[in-house]
């Protein structure tokens, strides 16, 4: 890595919670839902795999030439998952996968996305994709380092030493949502840091301590920020939602240096999203609304 080379990069293939919403309205920040590519260290890592990452696997599918990656799931929701059906790398002999995520209602994460492909719901099951892949359950506390010159990461317990130049991701069950919590992640790398927060829903008062302390100081903090004040306090409290006030709240609990609004409401057109974006910015200026394709480093 030379000195002008960014530590991590963060691309937003997907920024919509629910389910996608294409159409004139969603242009400007996009409708298909929740997936990140991110690079560090010369590795790839995908937070999450809604409807974003289908673009992202025509760009990466190269037949005749390997790819590896560690992908990781938040939770087994369909808006966070049923783009791996139409992810076109999981169905190459030459594509090897890690992937990690939780143990919830539905069951563990290899549960959850072989019942997600399975016929009839879908025509290829997991196991027949091509991919080499390897699935492992990611829970509280835990973190999966990757390691230099290492060939593939290490999924770690709570009390594992950490050391310089590894990619680490490390796991925070927030209890509101699903039923059973969903996991937040924390990357890791040469000093910077990066927190995904989806799916959260704080205290409107006071935000999120528990994300707040897991956050803590970190370069970039992605927040769910799927409703505004009104709709939050008139019909969505306690449905694992939060709004952006309460993500400005925990990112000024956690000091971060920015904070990114994902997970957008898929009955918000432009218009309204960009209102929002600039209320946003009056309580936390160094903030942005997530597009899709908007690309971020952190240096």
């Not at 992810?87 to 019942?115: C, H, M, N, Q, R």
């Not at 000093?191 to 970190?218: C, H, I, K, M």
């Not at 019909?235 to 925990?250: D, F, Y």
């Amino acid at each position: 890595m030379t000195a002008s080379e960014p530590t991590i990069t963060i691309v937003f293939h997907g920024v919509r919670g629910s389910y996608p919403v294409p159409g004139p309205t969603t242009l400007v920040y996009g409708g298909n839902t929740t997936s990140q590519e991110i690079r560090v260290g010369g590795r790839l890592l995908i937070f999450d795999a809604g409807t974003g990452i289908i673009k992202l696997g025509q760009r990466l599918a190269r037949p005749k030439k390997p790819l590896e990656f560690a992908m990781f799931f938040s939770h087994n929701h369909h808006d966070h998952t049923s783009g791996l059906l139409y992810f076109k790398p999981a169905y190459l002999k030459t594509t090897k996968a890690y992937i990690y995520g939780p143990v919830d209602e539905g069951g563990d994460i290899l549960g959850a996305l072989s019942e997600l492909s399975n016929p009839p719901a879908h025509p290829v099951a997991l196991r027949n994709m091509g991919m080499n892949f390897t699935c492992d359950n990611f829970e509280n506390g835990m973190a999966v380092r990757w390691a230099p010159g290492k060939k593939a990461p290490e999924l770690l317990g709570k009390a594992a030493r950490l050391h310089a130049g590894d990619v680490v991701v490390k796991a925070l069950r927030n209890p509101k949502h699903p039923a059973e919590g969903v996991l937040n992640f924390r990357l890791e790398y040469r000093g910077r840091s990066y927190v995904y927060a989806t799916d959260v829903e704080g205290d409107a008062e006071n935000g999120d301590p528990l994300l707040a302390r897991f956050a803590n100081g970190a370069d970039l903090l992605a927040h769910d920020g799927q409703h505004d004040a009104h709709e939050y306090n008139e019909r969505r409290r306690g449905w694992g939602h939060s709004t952006p006030e309460m993500a400005v709240k925990t990112a000024r609990m956690a000091g971060v240096r920015k904070l990114a609004i994902i997970h957008h409401e898929p009955a918000y057109g432009d218009a309204k999203l960009a209102r929002m974006e600039r209320e946003t910015k009056k309580l936390f200026q160094n903030s942005f609304f997530a597009r899709e394709g908007r690309k971020v480093h952190i240096p």
